[in-house]
Structures are given as structure tokens and as C-alpha cells.
Nanobody
Framework: QVHLVESGGGLVQAGGSLTLSCAAS????????IAWHRQAPGKQRELVAF???????NYHDSVKGRFAISRDNAKNTVYLQMNSLKPEDTAVYYC???????????????WGQGTQVTVSS
């Protein structure tokens, strides 16, 4: 089995910072793209940022210049540094990853359970 566990969410005032972590565990051969998504109440889930194995990144326009995604391949962990947080960043943040398991040639998508981020004005 493979599990993704997010941590680091919480309550922060506008203008503050949080760092989210997502750790993958289980029998893992390698992880290609890892991404952070978020879902605010009453809204669809949206892609916030992703990073590939080589470290190339991409961001939703609304977080460019404020959020930074990074990964530690040795630890199978991805981070999301969130600065200058705004009330509209309030959402449940999920990570997902394309993971190849031992003896497999295909990558499957796994999701974490999510972590709540609340930004007060």
C-alpha cells in the first residue's frame, strides 16, 4: 500500500505564512509529478502547484510569487511554502502524486486526505 499524509495546515492571519508537507510512504519505486490542490467550500478543487522529478514547477496564477513548491526525493516528501496568505487561500489542501511501485511499469495517482488551511482577515 501507498499512503500520502499531509501536515502543516492551521489557522493564520492574513499576511502570514504556513508550510505544508506531504510525505509518501509504502513500497515506492519512484515518484514523478507531485502536486498540491485545494478546495474551498462550495468550489471545485483546483490545482495550486506541481513539481516534476527534475524540479520543474508550475503554479496557479493566483499564487505565483507567494507560494513555492519543493520536494525531497530521498524522503519522498513535497513541501508547499505559502507566504503572504490571503483569506481567499482558505481551503482544504490536498497533495497527489504519480507513483510507480516495485515490479510495475506504470504510474498510478494517489491522493492524501487533505489538511485545512484557514486565513483570517
Amino acid at each position: 500500500q501507498v499512503h500520502l499524509v499531509e501536515s502543516g495546515g492551521g489557522l493564520v492571519q492574513a499576511g502570514g505564512s504556513l508550510t505544508l508537507s506531504c510525505a509518501a510512504s509504502g513500497r515506492i519505486m519512484d515518484i514523478s509529478t507531485i502536486a498540491w490542490h485545494r478546495q474551498a467550500p462550495g468550489k471545485q478543487r483546483e490545482l495550486v502547484a506541481f513539481i516534476n522529478y527534475g524540479g520543474s514547477t508550475n503554479y496557479h496564477d493566483s499564487v505565483k510569487g507567494r507560494f513555492a513548491i519543493s520536494r525531497d526525493n530521498a524522503k519522498n516528501t513535497v513541501y508547499l511554502q505559502m507566504n503572504s496568505l490571503k483569506p481567499e487561500d482558505t481551503a482544504v489542501y490536498y497533495c497527489n502524486a504519480n507513483i510507480r511501485r516495485p515490479l510495475s511499469s506504470v504510474y498510478n495517482v494517489y491522493w492524501g486526505q487533505g489538511t485545512q488551511v484557514t486565513v483570517s482577515s
